[in-house]
């Protein structure tokens, strides 16, 4: 048999990376390899600073003008940005997901505040949007998914909307929907309509058994979307108090009540 | 969060209001000085045993402590995961409501 029709059978069903995407895939780790070089020789120059007796702010200064996060969280965007669009961008953006922001905070003394979780968020954002078939998206999936607040409900279930008509793993689709339902939670702007599709998702996920764990959370989620939203009946607590006595949330009716789950930790 | 909780249970002690907890300490033993060194009056459920994996938490799908539900006289959920000054405004308005709600009643009479 043709080995090139081989390959490409095997490419098709997804057993081997596409020679692109292994390329990226090596090439982050050799960056990866030098960033972690560079971290430890700087962090060596600072121990020396210390060692030195330098003064606090002559070793903050050493630090702001010397950390090579900044540096090397801009090479890992460049590559991001090289192969904008195609496969071979994943790892980067896999990469700055990951580590962009503990990098970034690590030099960031001087830096704009808040720059460095950006960084983050846009490439999870990004691996979502261009790559919404891929099977390495997962944690994208996750944590884009809680991004309702910082992008809009509206605007993280239509990007998961994509990667579930898009993406052929069982999985990622369970994910996704998982995701997608639990955005309505928070959301009180949330329509009718995507309250309804969200509760079709967390049934999915329930029957689904892909992911076994989120079936069991979907569940409980799939309550709450239905009895404890705003505007909605209290379901009532029966339980004992912290001296073992009975007692109901709805003997308070008539009240105003704020019911605070606490602990003394 | 004590102290806030404190002030508002002290300023709306002669209120139709109530402050109740859903407590997921594992060990009460170990709580119950507690109760008293931190001045905490209000009555909560005890989560049981199995601490913030018990069935109360479990069922109000609370990932995360503290979580708050603000319910109106009639039980209806009005507000979620208010904190301070937010709390405090969000029952002073359901009180408001209420009392507006009641004396709109007695003038229907």
């Not at chain 1, 909605?232 to 004992?240: C, H, L, S, Y």
């Given at each position: 048999?043709?080995?090139?029709?081989?390959?490409?059978?095997?490419?098709?069903?997804?057993?081997?990376?596409?020679?692109?995407?292994?390329?990226?895939?090596?090439?982050?780790?050799?960056?990866?390899?030098?960033?972690?070089?560079?971290?430890?020789?700087?962090?060596?120059?600072?121990?020396?600073?210390?060692?030195?007796?330098?003064?606090?702010?002559?070793?903050?200064?050493?630090?702001?003008?010397?950390?090579?996060?900044?540096?090397?969280?801009?090479?890992?965007?460049?590559?991001?940005?090289?192969?904008?669009?195609?496969?071979?961008?994943?790892?980067?953006?896999?990469?700055?997901?990951?580590?962009?922001?503990?990098?970034?905070?690590?030099?960031?003394?001087?830096?704009?505040?808040?720059?460095?979780?950006?960084?983050?968020?846009?490439?999870?954002?990004?691996?979502?949007?261009?790559?919404?078939?891929?099977?390495?998206?997962?944690?994208?999936?996750?944590?884009?998914?809680?991004?309702?607040?910082?992008?809009?409900?509206?605007?993280?279930?239509?990007?998961?909307?994509?990667?579930?008509?898009?993406?052929?793993?069982?999985?990622?689709?369970?994910?996704?929907?998982?995701?997608?339902?639990?955005?309505?939670?928070?959301?009180?702007?949330?329509?009718?309509?995507?309250?309804?599709?969200?509760?079709?998702?967390?049934?999915?996920?329930?029957?689904s058994k892909a992911v076994p764990a989120l079936a069991q959370r979907a569940e409980g989620q799939l309550f709450?979307?239905?009895?404890?939203?705003?505007?909605?009946?209290?379901?009532?607590?029966?339980?004992?108090?912290?001296d073992g006595v009975a007692f109901k949330l709805s003997d308070y009716r008539g009240k105003v009540v704020v019911?605070?789950?606490?602990?003394?930790? | 969060?004590?102290?806030?909780?404190?002030?508002?249970?002290?300023?709306?002690?002669?209120?139709?209001?109530?402050?109740?907890?859903?407590?997921?300490?594992?060990?009460?033993?170990?709580?119950?000085?507690?109760?008293?060194?931190?001045?905490?009056?209000?009555?909560?459920?005890?989560?049981?045993?199995?601490?913030?994996?018990?069935?109360?938490?479990?069922?109000?799908?609370?990932?995360?402590?503290?979580?708050?539900?603000?319910?109106?006289?009639?039980?209806?959920?009005?507000?979620?995961?208010?904190?301070?000054?937010?709390?405090?405004?969000?029952?002073?308005?359901?009180?408001?409501?209420?009392?507006?709600?009641?004396?709109?009643?007695?003038?229907?009479?």
């Amino acid at each position: 048999m043709n080995p090139r029709l081989l390959f490409g059978a095997a490419l098709c069903f997804g057993l081997v990376a596409p020679p692109q995407l292994l390329r990226a895939q090596e090439d982050v780790a050799a960056l990866e390899k030098e960033y972690q070089t560079a971290v430890a020789s700087f962090q060596a120059k600072l121990a020396e600073l210390r060692n030195a007796g330098k003064s606090r702010e002559e070793i903050a200064a050493f630090g702001q003008a010397n950390n090579p996060a900044k540096d090397f969280v801009a090479r890992f965007q460049a590559g991001a940005k090289a192969h904008a669009g195609k496969e071979a961008a994943i790892p980067y953006l896999l990469w700055l997901g990951q580590n962009a922001a503990r990098a970034v905070a690590m030099s960031n003394a001087g830096g704009a505040p808040g720059a460095a979780p950006s960084i983050a968020d846009d490439a999870w954002v990004t691996l979502l949007r261009d790559h919404a078939a891929s099977d390495q998206i997962g944690r994208a999936v996750q944590t884009v998914g809680r991004m309702g607040r910082t992008l809009g409900g509206e605007k993280v279930r239509s990007m998961l909307t994509n990667v579930i008509e898009k993406n052929p793993s069982e999985a990622i689709v369970v994910e996704a929907r998982f995701a997608r339902a639990s955005t309505v939670l928070g959301d009180e702007e949330a329509s009718d309509d995507a309250r309804a599709m969200a509760k079709a998702d967390f049934q999915a996920v329930m029957a689904s058994k892909a992911v076994p764990a989120l079936a069991q959370r979907a569940e409980g989620q799939l309550f709450v979307l239905q009895n404890l939203q705003i505007g909605m009946t209290a379901p009532d607590i029966e339980a004992n108090d912290l001296d073992g006595v009975a007692f109901k949330l709805s003997d308070y009716r008539g009240k105003v009540v704020v019911l605070d789950f606490w602990g003394d930790w | 969060m004590y102290p806030h909780e404190r002030s508002l249970v002290k300023r709306l002690a002669d209120k139709p209001f109530a402050l109740i907890g859903v407590n997921s300490d594992k060990d009460l033993e170990k709580l119950k000085p507690r109760l008293s060194e931190e001045q905490i009056t209000w009555r909560s459920f005890w989560n049981g045993p199995e601490g913030t994996g018990g069935p109360i938490s479990k069922r109000w799908g609370v990932n995360g402590w503290p979580t708050i539900y603000v319910m109106d006289h009639k039980g209806v959920i009005r507000a979620k995961g208010v904190r301070g000054e937010a709390m405090d405004k969000a029952v002073d308005l359901l009180l408001s409501e209420m009392e507006k709600e009641q004396s709109g009643a007695k003038k229907g009479e």
